[in-house]
């Protein structure tokens, strides 16, 4: 991998921060990303299903997964996990993430993970060519395509540091903070940096710095390298002998920090876990002195080392290896930003014409276009372009609901709203306003607990069992009047249409199971019109490829019902319809239909 991240990069982020995520947002948006960096963010103790932040003016919103691997399912192309667990789950969630196989990188920002567990990641990211940047880490950055997190710190101060575009130098650092620093520091002193990672503090870390600069020497964006080591560790060493063999050719400039420790008498740690020099050849003097002796560019002292940054970076410029880079046109983040309080996920109107899910109006709205309310219905409720067997059904199961006459208490409020006086809208509402668990919703909790045994393999026998253990009727099943020697047309029907058109009905054949227990029983017990529309619906999400997860959202959100409320619209409004045509007068119920037994109130 010659280059750690792209433009195209996305990372899942783990743990809501908020504030890192908004200035990755905040990058991506000033360097004129086609797509945030921020595919997923993984929050195990939210119940939200997104959140809102901003894109330049705009609000986009980052969905939101309770686990790594929800959020990797609907994210494939991920590649990179942004790790800000605490250090007591930061191994565990690293370890998870590398049994998928499907990151290419891990960034832990936690300190203190204890070493064995940090020497069994690291050595499983290895085995699995991972790289990992950390722990005790800020993270990494690629100028112009990616950055992690705080990286580079605000806005103003990236862009006075030249890493809103790709400069000529790689950098690798243990420290997060000296990172900042120095690509300021490159940034006055030569052309900014091509790529920059700080590999963390601890004493036991993913990507080493050798493993950083031989990637960086496959980088053809990077021209020369720039490393800060520190006291401790032999890692500076690794780097000498790759010169040494010629597996890096291009320059290198380095500095150990820490030479300050000759003066103690003791071994002194210098912030890091790995900044303590165990033995001489750790000490920052002496890997000072080896790497410039193995032909690196080292300066006399930190604070000679901005010189030593002009000298190699005019030398190369000079030589032609460097050449003159174009600024890019950037976008400016807004200072003031006001958060919306609606969110619309299915429809827009701003423009010329009004789309519906991104499709205009005009597109699915007029006869030419061969498309139906069906295909409206898809479009507005599951934001999907259904295929006409899904939106013919849909249709289908909206015809058949539309009126089951004047008896029913919808269809009779509404008349009698109707003969009231009251407009088409009032009285439509007061017979909706009847929809519910026992009118109606026989479609919901047939889905729900059809749905429910077969996902649990249960017998006919079993889920007989389980609704009598419940103490509830099997919805969906028994009609007043039909039976097996009477069939249900529009049941059959429905059933005839989903045998032809639907790729497999396997809820509907379990339900056929049920029901021929249940008609052994007693012969109207069959399976009924609201029934079949709910386990036919069933079938048609999964024909969808929809998961079992969000066939249960749309069953507890209410959505069967919605078919019912559109479908039994049509209805009502033609009872009410037909009350204004006859101009009927304002009903009063019947004497002879009401059982008086009224007592003399007690006085108290």
């Known amino acids: 991998m010659a280059q750690l991240f792209t433009r195209d990069t996305q990372a899942i982020f783990w743990n ?39 894109y330049g003016a705009d609000e986009i919103m980052i969905p939101l997964y309770k686990t790594t691997e929800e959020a990797a399912a609907a994210q ?65 950055i690629v100028p112009g395509a990616f950055k992690i997190a705080n990286v580079g710190g605000t806005i103003e101060n990236i862009v006075n540091s030249k890493l809103h575009r790709a400069g000529s130098c790689g950098l690798v650092t243990r420290s997060g903070g000296l990172f900042n620093e120095l690509s300021n520091i490159i940034s006055i002193n030569a052309d900014g940096i091509a790529e920059g990672v700080a590999i963390g503090g601890d004493r036991f870390v993913g990507s080493v710095f050798i493993d ?33 063999s010629g597996k890096i050719t291009k320059p290198v400039i380095a500095w150990c920090i820490g030479t300050i420790a000759k003066h103690y008498d003791s071994g002194v740690q210098f912030g890091h876990a790995g900044a303590s020099a165990n033995a001489d050849r750790e000490t920052a003097e002496a890997k000072n002195k080896a790497m410039a002796e ?40 807004p200072k003031v930003r006001r958060s919306k309080n609606f969110i619309c996920t299915i429809s827009d109107d701003r423009g010329d014409e009004a789309t519906y899910a991104g499709h205009p109006i005009s597109s699915v709205a007029t006869p030419d276009t061969g498309k139906s309310i069906g295909d409206v219905v898809s479009l507005l409720w599951f934001k999907k372009e259904y295929p006409k067997w899904a939106t013919d059904f849909i249709e289908t199961v909206m015809k058949t609901v539309a009126d ?17 006086g009251k407009s088409v809208v009032e009285s439509l509402v007061t017979g909706l306003l009847t929809i519910g668990p026992r009118f109606g919703g026989a479609i919901d909790g047939a889905a729900q607990y059809f749905k429910y045994a077969d996902d649990n393999d249960m017998s006919p026998k079993e889920f007989l069992g389980y609704m009598k253990k419940q103490g509830v009727p099997i919805p969906g099943i028994g009609h007043r009047i039909k039976s097996l020697k009477n069939p249900d047309l529009r049941v059959t029907g429905l059933m005839d249409y989903a045998k032809e058109h639907f790729p497999s009905t396997p809820l509907l054949d379990y339900a056929r199971t049920v029901e021929a227990l249940t008609t052994s029983k007693k012969e109207n017990l069959i399976l009924n019109v609201d029934g079949t529309i709910g386990i036919l619906m069933v079938d048609m999400w999964r024909a969808l490829g929809y998961s079992e997860e969000e066939i249960d959202e749309f069953i507890e959100s209410g959505t069967l019902n919605a078919f019912f409320i559109v479908g039994r619209s049509i209805g009502f409004i033609g009872h009410i319809l037909d009350e204004k045509r006859l101009a009927m007068p304002m009903y009063r119920h019947p004497f002879d239909d009401i059982l008086y037994d009224v007592e003399k109130a007690e006085k108290l």
Do not use: C, W
């Open 76 to 140: 494939p192309q991920a590649d990179v996990l942004l790790n800000f667990a605490s250090f007591r789950t930061a191994y565990s969630v690293t370890m998870d993430a590398l049994a998928m196989d499907q990151f290419k990188t891990i960034m832990i920002t936690a300190e203190g993970i204890p070493e064995r567990l940090a020497r069994k990641m690291n050595q499983t990211a290895r085995d699995k060519n991972v790289t990992v940047i950390g722990p005790a880490t800020v993270g990494g």
């Open 404 to 420: 089951h006459g004047p008896a029913v208490s919808g269809a009779h409020n509404a008349k009698v709203t109707a003969r009231a």
């Open 212 to 244: 950083n600069l031989l990637r960086m020497e496959e980088n053809p964006n990077v021209k020369y390298m720039l490393l800060l080591g520190e006291v401790g560790g032999i890692e500076e060493y690794k780097v000498i002998e790759a010169i040494k």
């Open 16 to 54: 809501n921060n908020k504030t890192a995520i908004q200035r990755m947002l905040d990058y991506d948006y000033t360097i004129k990303r086609e797509k945030p960096s921020v595919a997923a963010i993984v929050a195990p103790t939210s119940n939200n299903k997104f959140e809102k932040f901003f």
């Open 294 to 333: 193995a032909g690196i560019y080292v300066p006399e002292s930190f604070n000679d080392l901005p010189n030593k940054i002009k000298e190699v970076y005019e030398k190369l410029k000079a030589e032609g290896t460097i050449t003159e880079i174009e600024e890019p046109e950037l976008n400016t983040v």
